[in-house]
């Protein structure tokens, strides 16, 4: 859904409006939610008078298609309910669809087009005047005080309210206080407890649950004594305001809504003391409890495609529901916590249909999520079959040469699975309970199934057995490689296996022998950038030396190099570790260190094989670098990559290792330095107003102010995460004659980088922002990769 760019004129107009209402107002501001996620918000109206603090979220946005809308009002709603915002309000330009209101409205957004707000600010009678807050601290004797004090602060008070919950019974506060606006309407709901004691856990627990099953948005507590310990930190993150008879506020009552969340290990060991609400009777938890082991096998063999089909995995996994079956117009969904109103509204819009929830434990969910979807359930049947009762046995079963075996069968799933999600590396890593399997997706890991622990000495095994490493030796580290035919594509694996207290883990990276046809625009280079590569490549002799760490893409740019070049007229010869993909008319090496084959002496054996270009996977050592630096002194072309920061530092990372400086000075022709950064997905990516400290990166580089810079707000095509796919970043430092005669003098790598600068080099951090300009990635990414702190 695109976002709506209101001139300044008209957001300043908003602005004044609700601060004329009190309201103090954030632009683009930054929560962190309890699931530990930093949302950001077109604005946020604040204000407290102390007993409530009335937060706001606004989202600026226009109408689109069904879908569209969809997304973005469950986006907008999950991002308030994460960080505890009750006030929701969307302007829209134009106007969303009849059923996206409703679902607004059942989602507790209030929904403004912009003529409603072009009505409210041309009103020619003064605005609606707010209660006076009195300035007096909030002291009271007594609960005649307490509705005194609520009433001059504007509230409609009904004391001994009773109120009807989301179960059906009937609940009572000791005082229920409600205000209404035009943005948006509180209800506070409040009781006292006395007592000659401290109040208990068990007390607060059960206000709190009396106050979710009624849906009130604020909470407090009057209280006589203090609170014990541990009912203190449950009202804290619970966000119920605690006051003391004749005090001020306790100090409990301070939250803020940047406040984290408690770690998962409080917020479960307070869960395991709270005793169960009073007004719940016992029964209704045994009547569960016969169909516990009935849900656990529907979840595991019972769901229907159909049902499937109707809610994406990403959405399964973040509420923590999984559809099971269709009934008619009814969706029957498994879901972790069946009151979860907004798992319920978001699978309800979705599938169109009502839904019935079905109670099952975390632990089932997420295990039916990953039997059941993206092929997971069909490894998780084919390991089922799998019996290992020792370690022969697992090796016998990796030793099978039955590919319809169903050991075979699980790694060509995950490997499929892989390749299908872009994944880059596949983590195999026993734990105490489980084999974790992980993928690593756009340079981010992901954990993705959790398979049965026994199956893991037999996987490992056949993993050895196709990469040609011990299968025997489980306490040392081994490399390997093997190639897959995996979604019609050609794959090569490299396999590197480790030994770890829980067991032996494995990684796979994946290459997709596709990859290596890869050019230089599609590598991420602006026009500019790719003439420089290409007038280095020109150059009939010299070095070429990408830098970078680990996963920055150097051998890949490489290999875009090397296919730009004539590889009929020329002999041109690789040696690599390993050869990570295959080219035609090219002849590569690998190296083989069993075989004597080192990059060293692979490259003593290229010399006597009349190439005119070589390249070296990496120069590692001192031997590597002075012969790679005499072949391109004696009429080749060699390309190759060193581990360095930035260009600059290629230069004293060679005099490191022991190559004389006034060789580099005349063997290097340029550096390219890089960095991997991840594109913003093309289908959900908007312009949105970007934080300070990203503006401020934008104008030092670009030397223009922009406030508004394309971010990725999640969707299908990018797994809700905003990005899709990786581009390089990269900075060309060419040997100019000022900077060989500063290489000769052995002066520093940042002098040198400041010469290049001179001469106009544009830095990685430069060709990112350029990048950001484009709406290829996003300020945050580049800042992440490339901030040198200059």
């Keep these: 859904m695109g976002q709506v760019k209101i001139d300044e004129e008209l957001k300043s107009q908003v602005r004044d409006y609700l601060e004329k209402q ?17 949302h950001t918000f077109d604005m946020l109206a604040q204000k407290d008078d102390g007993f409530t603090t009335y937060n706001i979220a606004i989202c600026v946005t226009a109408g689109g298609d069904r879908e569209e809308e969809v997304t973005a009002i469950f986006s907008f709603a999950n991002k308030a309910y994460d960080t505890g915002i ?12 009849q059923e996206a209101k409703q679902l607004a409205q059942k989602q507790r957004i209030k929904v403004i087009n912009m003529g409603q707000i072009e009505s409210m600010l041309e009103l020619k009678s003064p605005l609606p005047s707010q209660p006076t807050q009195p300035s007096e601290p909030l002291e009271f004797e007594n609960k005649e005080q307490l509705v005194e004090s609520l009433v001059n602060r504007g509230y409609t008070v009904e004391e001994k309210a009773k109120i009807r919950g989301r179960s059906g019974l ?8 409600y205000t209404n606006t035009d943005q948006v309407s509180h209800s506070l709901g409040i009781d006292f407890i006395d007592g000659e004691e401290e109040v208990s856990l068990e007390e607060v627990s059960v206000f709190d649950t009396k106050a979710y099953e009624v849906g009130v948005d604020e909470k407090a507590i009057i209280i006589s004594l203090r609170l014990s310990p541990e009912a203190k930190q449950f009202a804290e993150h619970q966000r119920i305001k605690v006051f003391e008879l004749n005090h001020k506020p306790a100090p409990q009552a301070v939250l803020t809504e940047e406040k984290p969340a408690l770690p998962v290990e409080e917020e479960a060991s307070l869960e395991e003391k709270i005793a169960p609400p009073v007004q719940e009777p016992a029964k209704e938890e045994k009547k569960e409890a016969p169909a516990t082991e009935s849900v656990r096998k529907r979840l595991m063999h019972g769901l229907r495609p159909e049902a499937l089909q109707l809610i994406p995995e990403v959405m399964a ?58 092929g997971y359930g069909e490894i998780e049947k084919q390991l089922s079959r799998i019996n290992v009762p020792d370690e022969a046995s697992a090796d016998r079963l990796a030793f099978s040469t039955n590919t319809d075996a169903p050991l075979a069968q699980a790694l060509n799933l995950i490997i499929e699975e892989a390749v299908k999600a872009r994944s880059s590396d596949i983590h195999i890593e026993p734990e105490e309970d489980r084999l974790r399997i992980r993928y690593r997706i756009d340079g981010t890991l992901q954990d993705l199934m959790s398979l049965p622990l026994n199956v893991h000495l037999a996987l490992l095994s056949r993993i050895k057995i196709l990469a040609d490493l011990n299968i025997a030796d489980r306490h040392r580290a081994q490399d390997g490689q093997f190639s897959v035919k995996a979604k019609g594509r050609e794959i090569d694996i490299r396999v590197a296996t ?36 290409e007038a280095m490549l020109k150059i009939p002799y010299g070095m070429i030396l990408t830098s970078g760490p680990t996963g920055a893409g150097k051998t890949t740019t490489l290999y875009a190099g090397i296919n730009s070049l004539d590889s009929l007229g020329r002999n041109i010869i690789t040696i690599e570790d390993p050869a990570e993909y295959r080219f035609k008319d090219i002849n590569q090496i690998q ?54 920061s ?11 290792l022991k190559v004389e400086p006034f060789l580099i000075a005349s063997a290097v022709i340029g550096v390219i330095g890089q960095r991997m950064v991840r594109r913003v997905c093309r289908d959900c990516g908007h312009p949105i107003e970007a934080p300070l400290i990203e503006q401020m990166a934008y104008e030092k580089e670009m ?33 100019s004659d000022t900077i060989r005669t500063m290489v000769t003098s052995v002066v520093n790598s940042s002098e040198i980088r400041a010469q290049a600068l001179k001469e106009g080099m544009v830095t990685m951090m430069k060709d990112g922002m350029r990048k950001v300009k484009e709406g290829i990635t996003t300020p945050s990414e580049v800042l992440r990769n490339a901030y040198s702190g200059e």
């Design 22 to 38: 009190g309201y103090v107002i954030t632009d683009g501001a930054k929560l962190m939610g309890k699931s530990g996620i930093e």
């Design 86 to 97: 009750q006030g929701r309000v969307i302007i829209a330009n134009p106007e969303l669809s």
């Design 170 to 177: 009937e609940y009572s506060f000791d005082v229920l206080a």
């Design 317 to 374: 996994r973040r509420y923590g529901a999984i559809p099971m079956v269709v009934s008619g117009n009814t969706l029957e969904v498994a879901m972790s916590d069946p009151t979860d109103i907004f798992a319920l509204e978001a699978f309800s819009a979705l599938s169109r249909m009502r839904i019935k929830p079905v109670a099952a434990t975390a632990d089932e969910v997420r295990e039916a999520i990953d039997f059941n979807y993206k």
């Design 498 to 533: 480790t030994p770890t207290v829980t067991g032996e883990m494995a990684v796979l990276r994946l290459l997709d022998k596709s990859v290596a046809s890869l050019g230089m625009a599609e590598l991420g280079m602006l026009p500019d950038s790719q003439a420089k590569f």
């Design 591 to 644: 190296v083989n260190p069993q075989a004597g084959i080192t990059f060293a002496s692979g490259l003593r054996s290229i010399l006597r094989l009349d190439p005119d270009i070589i390249m070296v996977g990496e120069i590692r050592d001192a031997e590597t670098a002075n012969i790679a630096v005499q072949a391109a002194l004696t009429g080749h072309l060699m390309l190759s990559s060193v581990h360095a």
């Design 646 to 656: 930035d260009s600059s530092g290629v230069v004293s990372r060679l005099i490191d």
């Design 703 to 735: 030397g223009e102010k922009r406030t508004e810079f394309i971010y990725g707000t999640g969707c299908k095509s990018c797994a809700y995460t905003g990005y899709t796919g990786r581009v390089g970043i990269f900075e060309f430092l060419a040997m």
